[in-house]
Nanobody, 124 residues
């Protein structure tokens, strides 16, 4: 009942910045928390960041702390991921997702709606 569409991915040199967007539609009144995940070829889906939709509190993976920022625009019902100081290890398909419950979660099984993904490729 919730549709998510990511955008903003692309090619970037190491040290550069990108901002990913995730537009939500449908039963958006049931959104309590959302997150960003990423998946590289041959690897499992990895938690990146999560946010409580109501109060804006956040969680980050250790690998992105200090470089990435998750935030939302409640009026636009849009989730963002600001990615600074990009590294080649950040290369992956990035997904936004809606949490099943009412708080932030860090594993994919705790999310029930997913976008199609947007590719981020960082060259050295």
């Amino acid at each position: 009942q919730v549709q998510l569409v990511e955008s903003g991915g692309g090619l970037m040199q190491a040290g550069g910045s990108l901002r990913l967007s995730c537009a939500a539609s449908g039963r958006t009144s049931r959104i309590y928390a959302m997150g960003w995940f990423r998946q590289a070829p041959g690897k499992e889906r990895e938690f990146v960041a999560a946010i409580n939709w109501r109060d804006g509190s956040t969680d980050y993976a250790d690998s992105v702390k200090g470089r990435f920022t998750i935030y939302r625009d409640n009026a636009k019902i849009t989730l963002y991921l600001q990615m600074n100081s990009l590294k080649p290890e950040d290369t992956a398909l990035y997904y936004c997702a809606k949490a099943r419950g009412t708080t932030r979660a860090t594993i994919p099984q705790e999310y029930d709606y997913w976008g199609q993904g947007t590719q981020v490729t960082v060259s050295s």
